[in-house]
């Protein structure tokens, strides 16, 4: 189930960036972009669902501190009992 759930998204976002059609223009790649301070519990899934390491606790809260790496794979999303964690199109740098 999960592995369907990102597949669909990817797939989302590569036919978003490619269009012209219907004058949609998305810059950038999506990947985590914010995790909300105000949700999040510091229960630490999902520093242990990243493969990629981009997720660290500091001060009892969920951060993001290696955006680069996120490979948009929804396991921290899905995986946070608090909703806490969003996604979004960022620049790439
Ligand atoms: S899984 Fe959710 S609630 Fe738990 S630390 Fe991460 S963002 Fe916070
Ligand atoms: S979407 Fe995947 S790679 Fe990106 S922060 Fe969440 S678990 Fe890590």
Redesign the pocket.
């Known amino acids: 189930m999960r592995n369907l759930v990102c597949l669909q998204r990817v797939q989302w976002q590569e036919k978003c960036g490619e269009s012209d059609g219907n004058k949609m223009v998305i810059k950038g790649r999506l ?2 972009r914010e995790i909300d301070p105000y949700r999040c519990t510091g229960c630490g899934v ?1 520093v242990q ?4 390491d ?2 660290r606790m500091k001060r009892g809260k969920a951060v993001i501190v290696y955006q680069e790496d ?8 899905m995986d946070c009992p608090r909703e806490a964690i969003s996604f979004g199109f960022v620049s790439e740098s």
Do not use: D, K, L, Q
Not at 49 to 52: I, L, Y
Not at 70 to 77: L, N, R, T, V
């Open positions: 990947a985590i999902c669902s990243c493969m990629n981009v997720i996120c490979g948009a794979c929804f396991a921290c999303e």
